[in-house]
């Protein structure tokens, strides 16, 4: 049954099938239903239609249609005119149509079919099809009028070219490419498939601008109807000027309108209707004394503001088109096609109420450092592909993020389930890379979030420390679903951010001292740092360093400590000669390249000699980046400055790593000796490091000293410093 419809389908497309059969029946339709203008000496086409319905034809079928055009017209006008001018003028027709058609076909190349609001092929449609063809058909007139042969219905055969009668017949034959084709052309496939209709009717909604009104399309559809009617109308004894050619002025800013608003479909297809009508019904605004002037200037305007129409709608169409196309655009990121942020930013704002879920995906980073970055997008990829034929939902979607993760977005409605739907599937999920089977851990934190959404990226940081908990416990974290409150803690967050930033454009930062007395009678000072707070209360370091540590700004803060410290040795060298600070480092600090070089500036300016700075930096530090750590490290001990070890023994494999650092001091954490006095094992520790210090020839500091039994003991264990609050509080660094 299949092939027998093909088949037909075949025969049904040749010229002696649907070309014949439109070519017969719509060519002869056509010239009955033309407008003709009666003159004394003969009669004029306002629209020739059978133009129309061939260039339409042409449109459908190509050149299969051709051959059904020449013999149609042949008998046509052979039975009209007779064998001699009826062939002669089939010629003449066939060939400017064939050769417009083909210079068409060759300039728009395989875009020639396209839709009539399509850029390149429309500028070639009307270069060739509305400007060329309508010359060369009055071009093949003259010449036939100078050698006699005109058929009496082109009108007065004149051999002046450049009359009102020759602009006449071009206008006609111009409007007629210009509105007349694009209505056939709907009319005729609309026959041949009458399901066209809904094409059309997408293709309108398509191209209106977001927030067009169904009262603003009906306002404009019955004004442009009810113009039209009142030029149609003939009042021929009526002075009102809404009644004569005025009238048509109003047409015009209504059409424009129409084409920045709702597009080409829709404001051409009104705009070819209205002139078509306009056109068989001349009599009831076109003046009759001295019509031929009269009509010839209307269809001038009709045929230039056709042209304006046509362009103003195609260009602000494609406009549209092409806002869209980069506002998608935008909202998808290109290496790894899937939404962005952005995308999910207008995503929210769809949905009062939505379960925001980060995903970190472990060691990727680690993977795509050895296999790649082909690795991170097609892991990407086809996790999201996974994790989306799990959702229900079509607006549920899985979300990019420029690090190693990801961001999924899930309704409010039945999220429990689709989030259990997900880990499963995350368990089971395996790339094979390689031959390689790839099963990476993921970790999920999630939140519910309710329209609007503030402080965004802040949440997302939130749901990644979640997500990292995740990776622990093996199964999704919330961020204590209750949003409000989460969004109290980012609040104080963002509050503590602009007290550090205000503190650092005010310099109002305190600088605290505590000191580090040596068993032999020498001392040094710690600066210790707080922020200040309401009330005269200064905030603690483990309040506000994780924020300073979160929005990057380590450096910040120890270069402004740095500058402060070096300035107060140097106004006070006279007071305090030989005074001796450690400042902290934190790990970001460390590994910044230009750490040396801005110390050695500090220095130079205020005039300190390095080894009155000591650089305390923790196990922490050093394990983030060894190498980078050494050569830095190595660095300051070249320039004068002394290295201590902060929290020693808290890390893992301690004693490995302090092989591989060069340090001066070595600082014992408070946790080995707060239990000293009663805990045999931490005495045996805390020797055990002052034997391997004095190897190192390193200098021993123990931290956290409160009683003198515990100064005592430390000092027979070998320690050479001590600090704590045994030998006092920290204090402002200017009241030192």
Same mark, same amino acid.
């Given at each position: ?17 649907? +070309? ?94 396209? &839709? ?12 060739? /099809? ?11 007139? =003259?010449?036939?009028?100078?050698? @006699? ?21 071009? =206008? ?96 051409? !297809? ?13 009599? @009831?605004?076109?003046? *009759? $004394?001295? /019509? ?26 494609? *406009? ?27 995503? /929210?704002?769809?949905? $009062? ?48 993020? +420029? ?117 032999? &009678? ?9 922020? +200040? @707070? ?17 929005? &990057? ?12 410290? !070096? ?9 305090? +000669? &030989? ?51 050494? =050569? ?47 805990? !045999? ?51 402002? !660094?200017?009241?030192?």
């Amino acid at each position: 049954m299949n092939n027998v419809s093909r088949r037909c389908a075949r025969h049904l497309n040749h010229w002696w099938g649907l +070309p014949l059969l439109f070519s017969a029946v719509l060519l002869p339709l056509g010239s009955t239903i033309s407008p003709t203008l009666a003159l004394d000496d003969g009669t004029a086409y306002l629209l020739f239609w059978p133009l129309a319905v061939a260039l339409s034809l042409l449109l459908i079928f190509s050149w299969r249609v051709f051959p059904a055009l020449v013999l149609v017209n042949m008998i046509r006008y052979t039975y009209a005119m007779g064998p001699g001018i009826g062939i002669a003028v089939t010629l003449a027709f066939s060939f400017a149509i064939g050769l417009c058609w083909y210079g068409f076909t060759k300039q728009a190349g395989s875009r020639w079919s396209a &839709g009539f609001g399509n850029p390149p092929a429309m500028f070639a449609r009307l270069f060739w /099809l509305a400007l060329i063809l309508p010359l060369l058909l009055i071009l093949i007139v =003259q010449i036939a009028i100078i050698l @006699g042969v005109s058929p009496r219905t082109v009108g007065e055969p004149s051999t002046n070219p450049f009359t009102i009668r020759s602009l006449l017949n071009y =206008q006609s034959l111009a409007i007629v490419c210009l509105s007349g084709v694009p209505l056939c052309y709907y009319l005729i496939r609309t026959l041949i498939r009458p399901r066209f209709w809904r094409v059309i009717i997408r293709r309108i909604r398509r191209e209106m601008a977001p927030g067009v009104s169904m009262w603003e399309l009906s306002l404009w559809v019955l004004s442009t109807a009810a113009i039209v009617i009142l030029l149609s109308v003939q009042f021929h004894g009526s002075d009102n000027i809404l009644y004569s050619d005025y009238t048509l002025t109003l047409l015009f800013p209504l059409m424009l309108f129409g084409s920045m608003r709702l597009g080409y479909q829709l404001s051409s !297809l009104m705009w070819h209707s209205s002139v078509i009508v306009l056109l068989y019904n001349y009599p @009831g605004y076109v003046r *009759q $004394e001295d /019509l031929l002037h009269n009509l010839a200037f209307i269809m001038s305007m009709l045929m230039v503001f056709t042209l304006t129409v046509i362009l103003m709608s195609v260009l602000t169409t494609r *406009q549209r088109r092409l806002y869209v196309k980069s506002r998608r655009a935008a909202m998808v990121d290109p290496m790894v096609q899937l939404h962005n942020v952005r995308s999910l930013e207008h995503t /929210l704002e769809e949905h $009062e109420r939505s379960v925001l879920c980060f995903l970190r995906i472990a060691n990727l980073d680690a993977l795509c450092r050895t296999y790649g970055m082909q690795m991170w997008v097609e892991y990407k990829q086809r996790l999201a592909k996974v994790l989306m034929a799990e959702m229900h939902h079509k607006d549920e979607r899985v979300y990019q993020l +420029p690090s190693y993760d990801l961001l999924i977005r899930l309704n409010i409605h039945d999220w429990e389930t689709t989030l259990k739907r997900l880990s499963r599937a995350l368990e089971q999920f395996r790339l094979c890379w390689n031959g390689l089977p790839l099963h990476l851990h993921h970790g999920i934190g999630y939140c519910i979030v309710r329209y609007p959404v503030e402080h965004l990226y802040a949440i997302i940081g939130e749901l990644s420390t979640m997500a990292e908990i995740s990776l622990g416990t093996g199964k999704p974290e919330s961020s204590q679903a209750n949003f409000r409150h989460l969004q109290n803690n980012i609040n104080k967050k963002v509050d503590m951010l602009h007290d550090i930033q205000r503190a650092l454009d005010d310099n109002s930062l305190i600088l605290m001292a505590q000191p580090i007395q040596g068993f032999r &009678g020498d001392r040094y000072y710690e600066i210790l740092l707080r922020l +200040p @707070g309401e009330d005269g209360i200064a905030v603690m370091p483990d309040a506000f360093l994780p924020v300073v540590d979160e929005f &990057g700004l380590n450096y910040d803060i120890d270069l402004w400590v740095l500058k402060h410290t !070096l300035a107060f040795i140097d106004e006070n060298r006279e007071r305090l +000669p &030989g005074l001796c600070f450690s400042v902290n480092l934190t790990p970001s600090t460390l590994v910044r390249p230009t750490l040396v070089h801005d110390i050695a500036e500090l220095l130079q300016t205020h005039q300190v000699e390095p080894y009155q700075l000591i650089l305390e930096i923790t196990e922490t530090n050093v394990a983030q980046s060894l190498e980078l750590a050494k =050569q830095t490290l190595a660095s300051l001990r070249q320039l004068g400055c002394r290295i201590a070890i902060d929290d020693f023994g808290t890390g893992y494999a301690s004693y490995d790593r302090l092989k591989h650092i060069e340090a001066d001091i070595l600082k014992i954490d408070g946790s080995f000796i707060r239990p000293l006095a009663d805990s !045999l094992l931490d005495q045996q520790i805390v020797a055990a490091m002052c034997q391997i210090a004095r190897l190192k020839k390193l200098t021993v500091v123990a931290e956290y000293v409160e009683t003198e039994a515990q100064r005592l003991q430390l000092k027979v264990l070998g320690v050479d410093y001590i600090q704590g609050y045994l030998l006092g509080m920290p204090v402002q !660094l200017s009241e030192l």
